[in-house]
């Protein structure tokens, strides 16, 4: 079946811009996280949405990120006024949140996307 | 806020075992421990789990110390597409789910 997808795989901006990251979760995936991958490092939390509700966005760096799922699918992160400590790998990440039923499934277990490499020039 | 430590990086034989160490000496009683690993410009993929038990799957097992301050993911016969960046994480709560606390990841060399 079709996994997490992300659009755009890459995007180079110039320091100022604004970004919109795409995510598409796996269908029926209640929960969606975002998480921020700089280069050489695990990756960083976030926010994340049950269905359209924004339940924690703690991990935000500053007031110029800002995440959104208003039909409780596809989520977009927007990066406003862009700066170079921006430039990162932006992954996501859903899951169902449902009880294993299938041998093999795992309870909670995050599906990531490719992930969006972002460059702030 | 790091729950992790790892070795920043390990090489290993075609055929061999790969025993990547983990510590997660701040670890709370009910907090798991997962394993993902990533392959260059692909997101991370789950490899593993565990409580406090060892736990055996198709592609590896885990080792977890009766203290629970550390952990070993064992890959049996490492293979030339074992090759990636293996993450040891710790699972904490997060308004009615949970969230990865990722560390910083071990790069494993499989060498031919």
């Known amino acids: 079946g079709a996994g997490v997808s992300q659009s755009p795989r890459y995007k180079v901006a110039k320091r100022g811009q604004d970004v919109a990251l795409r995510c598409d979760p796996i269908?029926?995936?209640?929960?969606l996280f975002w998480y921020q991958q700089a280069l050489g490092q695990g990756p960083e939390f976030l926010t994340y949405f049950q269905n359209e509700a924004q339940l924690d966005k703690s991990g935000l760096p500053s007031d110029r990120f800002f995440a959104e799922r208003p039909e409780g699918s596809v989520s977009t992160l927007k990066i406003q006024r862009t700066q170079q400590e921006d430039s990162a790998v932006y992954l996501c990440?859903?899951?169902?949140?449902?009880?294993?039923?299938?041998?093999?499934?795992?309870?909670?277990?995050?599906?990531f996307g490719p992930g969006t490499r972002l460059t702030v020039l | 806020d790091a729950k992790t430590t790892q070795p920043t990086s390990m090489d290993c034989a075609e055929g061999r075992a790969a025993n990547l160490p983990c510590n997660h000496s701040t670890i709370s009683g009910n907090e798991y421990v997962y394993w993902y690993r990533q392959i260059h410009s692909q997101g991370p993929q789950y490899i593993i789990h565990?409580?406090?038990n060892n736990e055996t799957n198709e592609m590896a097992s885990l080792i977890i110390t009766e203290d629970r301050k550390s952990s070993t993911l064992i890959l049996p016969h490492a293979t030339l597409r074992d090759t990636a960046v293996y993450y040891c994480?710790?699972?904490?709560?997060?308004?009615?789910?949970?969230?990865?606390?990722f560390g910083t990841g071990t790069r494993l060399k499989v060498l031919a």
């Open positions: 269908s029926g995936h209640v929960s």
């Open positions: 994480i710790v699972r904490v709560p997060l308004s009615g789910t949970y969230k990865y606390i």
């Open positions: 990440a859903s899951s169902s949140e449902r009880r294993p039923r299938l041998a093999g499934e795992v309870y909670n277990e995050q599906f």
């Open positions: 565990g409580l406090k």
